[in-house]
């Protein structure tokens, strides 16, 4: 399973918050698929390094809507996932439309990470 390039920069910006990692990466059944959410801290890292910040976005709401899923029908339905995203980003274009309507229709949370210091910068509920 290959990890996205700020895998372990999130990794340690969580355990620098006090958040312990349990698993690495977190894997659940779901029907007859295996699902490997990023971190057992139940968040889901994207880069957004891509040439295109619409299809980076996307493909990650795609992937954390059916994370979301897959732990609503697991035996752990009370674990929320996050989806971390960095900071540049966050603030080219995921705080505008479409994508701020995305985010908040279907209820996205956020985690807004600085790469370069390894950083938690924004929760967004």
Known sequence: M??????????????????QITHDPYQLRYGIADIYIDLAAEVEVKSFISGSN???????????????????VSDEPGRILYLAVPRD???????????????????????????????IEQWIE
């Open 54 to 72: 619409i299809s980076a976005f996307h493909t990650a709401l795609g992937q954390f809507l059916n994370y979301r899923i897959a732990i609503e």
């Open 89 to 119: 980003a966050y603030q080219t274009f995921l705080r505008f439309e479409p994508a701020k309507t995305v985010i908040q229709r279907y209820q996205v949370r956020l985690i807004v990470y600085n790469p370069n210091s390894e950083a």
């Open 2 to 19: 290959a990890k996205d390039i700020f895998h372990n920069t999130v990794k340690i910006a969580l355990q620098k918050e006090g958040w």
